[in-house]
């Protein structure tokens, strides 16, 4: 391996050690937040289940209300919105967990970069002689490759979360197919098929969002944004179905299970261009540091 290799392996670790502190930093915040985040919706989550309880129980208001023909209705409402609460508390939780291993992990690489840089700078000046001139290139080079690295770590995030989406495009699919039969006569085997789904989606829903915002963080260091509310993406179905089973109920499911596959489909054909256009910014970028590489070979 020669000057120009050595160098430009030096400073990509330099570049990747800037990334890897800025996503550490970057991460530490994120638990911050969630941790303020957990604390403000624990009492919600208590609030909502205070409330449905109440009412579940209240004789008194549970003859009012079905006299006045909206008891089922209240309950569902009352329902809803603890299972919504109580949702949106353990995605929290989840992503509390996924942000403190993700800690974890970064100080071991930072740790291990920081070793490869002090050898690999050691063995460049026992042989080789550092001039200005490669200095001047040396600076430059590495201004290029930490924006090749952090276009890098925004392809994978977006690629992560496409992973992710079409995950929870492929349970839904079947949550739809089991639902629709269960419409028309599917009874035990459809509802255990519906069921099974519909965890999944749940399960997959949560990962998702939290690579959602992992990726988020990754496009704002290049100064992109890509905004979707993915609040609207219902990872509660299937509780609503098992609480309240019949007809009617199975119907709203189907239609649910239906908005969130259209939504899911508006999302993965964003991100699929997302990638593209990341990818061609990418390769404008090597062609940078291929030109710098070709002035290094004539110094």
Known sequence: MGFKEELLEYEQLKANGKVLSKKLENM??????????????????????????VLERSSMKQMLAKITGNYEAKLEKEYKEYISAKQHYDELVYQLEYANQEVLNLEGQISNNANEITKKLRNIKSRYQYSDESQAYAEE????????KEYEEAINAVRETLYHADEVMGHL???????????FGGELFADILKYASLDKV?????????SA????????????????????????TRTFDVLFDNFFSDMQVRDRIANNMNMMDDYICRLRELEYKLNNDLAEINKEISVWNEQLSIM
């Open 202 to 210: 749940g399960r997959a829903v949560s990962v998702m969002k939290n």
């Open 141 to 148: 080079v590495n201004r290029l490759l930490y924006k090749r």
């Open 213 to 236: 915002l992992n990726m988020k963080a990754e496009l704002s260091d290049i100064s992109i944004e890509f905004n979707m509310d993915l609040d609207y993406i219902d990872g509660t």
């Open 173 to 183: 699919q079947s949550a739809d197919g089991a639902s629709t039969w269960d419409m």
């Open 28 to 53: 530490k915040q994120s638990i911050y937040e969630r941790q303020n985040q957990i604390e403000e919706f624990r009492y919600v989550v208590e609030k909502e289940k205070h409330d449905y309880d």
